[in-house]
């Protein structure tokens, strides 16, 4: 058993820039830094775009940010949550900058903005199109390098531990190398742990993104959010032979100036909003869901034709890199795309402080629902509220700093698991896809409820199993995917009633 100040659960931008904080104010605290596979492998990794910040008062404005965010949000955005990350983002670039995060320039030598969909101004700073990376990369140079920080990999978080008065004390781990159960206690706990997007057929996670974090504070008693809320990123490439992980083409692409077409050439997104490939996601990924179904088609297509190649491959190397090896020549085709799960705009309910309702345990990034995003994020705020939060966290705990001291614990009895065969596991991980890509995309309720029931049926298969000392890694993702998508079909119900006896009430968005 191993002893922490604080756990944090995950390897993102959140988890990264929490332990960098905590350390950097307080030299004495210690951190257990967590991560189920390696800790590269995050959402955090595959953002393209970049940060959002106003960063010029002159050509831009905070109220001109938090317009759009609350527009893209619905009345689902808490506005106090909205103005206190708008207000300390440039704050987080600058940080950023300092950690050593190498943003591009423009010509003066200023940070360069770009534009993305819903936003009125060009506010988003950027790596090229590998902004996550970058920013990963380099926050896991630093938190290496740091001795108050013990950073370990393929540790599966299964459950939150819990003493008698059900407030947190750590967590409990599969770990990998040893093949056996472990405790880990802390007087804090964080889970970073991302999003939920595997549990679709079309998605551009990451394959460790299995809804690990909203089913672990499930069963530990926390209050969960909005979970119906996710997210399409409108523009993932389509290809037949690899349906089930998309590759992302960044929104700044549309920002730049690529257009969205159907088989004909036509612009077709103007029939549904006036901006354009500017709109906001919810409105893009609806709008082509509407015209594949409409025409009987597979996918629709992005055309940067128009644009300069050169320009192309200096602003989006990454892209055109994945885009030309894949044949593409991008003066002359078209690039098939299809909206994919993406992003989880609900999640763990926490306040402004990331505190959920169990005492001691926190969330933190995409796990978490702070009330920044309400229905719809707004593109390139969420590496925005992963940063601010952390501030937050960071700034709460050091304040209860009399509560931060190594105490001694009793340790629990941790049997060696019997490990389960991959091949039960793996037709229902497939299923569940099934079932949620056609539960919310037609959300019919009796299609909704045939889904609720699988999910029920493989949660509690997997539980039983789970108790007879049987486990593995994928087992315990399934139980997962199910107790989160058991969450998020529910969620769906009970808004699709709202709505109906509520005319005003906003209307959802589907997912894939």
Known sequence: MKIFDVI????????????????????????????????????TRYAQGGIAAVLNTISDSFESHINDTLASGGNYCKPDVVEM??????????????????????GKGELDAALEGGHEHPRVVHCKDQ??????????????TNKNISLTTHLLVTDILLDE????????????????????????????????????????????????????AKRAGAQLQHMNFMQLHPT?????????????????????????????????????DIRGELATRDIVSNAINKHIT??????????????????????FPAITQKLVSLGYRLD??????????????????????????????????????????????LASNSLLEALVFADQICNHMLNRQQDITQKETHPYSCKQPVIVDYAWVKPKIKTIKKWMSKCCI???????????????????????????????????????????????????????????TNNTAQPHHKVL
């Not at 983002?89 to 320039?105: M, R, S, T």
């Not at 902004?131 to 290496?144: C, D, I, K, P, S």
Request: aromatic fraction near 8%; hydrophobic fraction near 40%.
């Open 236 to 272: 993932a490439l389509y290809t037949e032979t690899d349906k089930h992980t998309s590759f992302l083409i960044s929104e700044a692409l549309r920002g730049y100036g690529a257009y969205v077409v159907d088989e004909s050439g036509k612009r077709f997104l103007f029939d549904d």
């Open 131 to 144: 902004t996550g990376f970058e920013v990963v990369a380099t926050l896991l140079e630093q938190v290496r």
């Open 332 to 377: 002359v085709d078209l690039i098939p795309i299809i909206p994919s799960a993406h992003y989880q705009s609900g999640g763990v309910k926490v306040n402004v402080n990331g505190q959920t309702n169990i005492t001691n345990l926190y969330a933190l990034g995409e796990v978490a629902c702070t009330g920044l995003h309400g229905k719809n994020r």
């Open 165 to 216: 008065a059900q407030n947190a004390k750590g967590v409990w781990v599969y770990n990998e190398i040893t093949q056996q159960l472990e405790t880990i206690t802390a007087c804090y706990t964080v889970l970073a742990t991302g999003g939920c997007g595997q549990l679709f057929e079309n998605t551009t996670n990451p394959k460790p993104a299995t809804g690990d974090g909203y089913a672990i």
């Open 294 to 315: 409409k025409t009987h088609t597979n996918c629709v297509y992005l055309d940067v034709r128009h644009l300069p190649s050169d320009e192309l491959e200096i602003h």
């Open 85 to 106: 990350v708008v207000k300390n983002a440039p704050k987080e670039i600058y940080e950023l900058i300092n950690w050593g995060v190498q943003f591009d320039k423009a």
């Open 8 to 43: 944090i659960v995950g390897s993102g931008i959140g988890g990264l820039s929490l332990a960098l904080k905590l350390t950097r104010k307080n030299p004495n605290i210690q951190i257990a830094l967590l991560t189920k596979t390696n800790a590269l492998e995050s959402n």
């Open 442 to 500: 037609s959300q019919d309720k009796l299609t909704i409820d045939a889904g609720s029931t699988y999910m029920k049926l493989v949660k509690q298969l997997t539980q039983s199993i789970l108790e007879n000392n049987m486990f593995s890694v994928e087992l315990m993702q399934l139980h997962n995917m199910a107790t989160t998508a058991e969450i998020m079909l529910h969620d769906l119900l009970t808004y699709q009633s709202l709505n109906q």
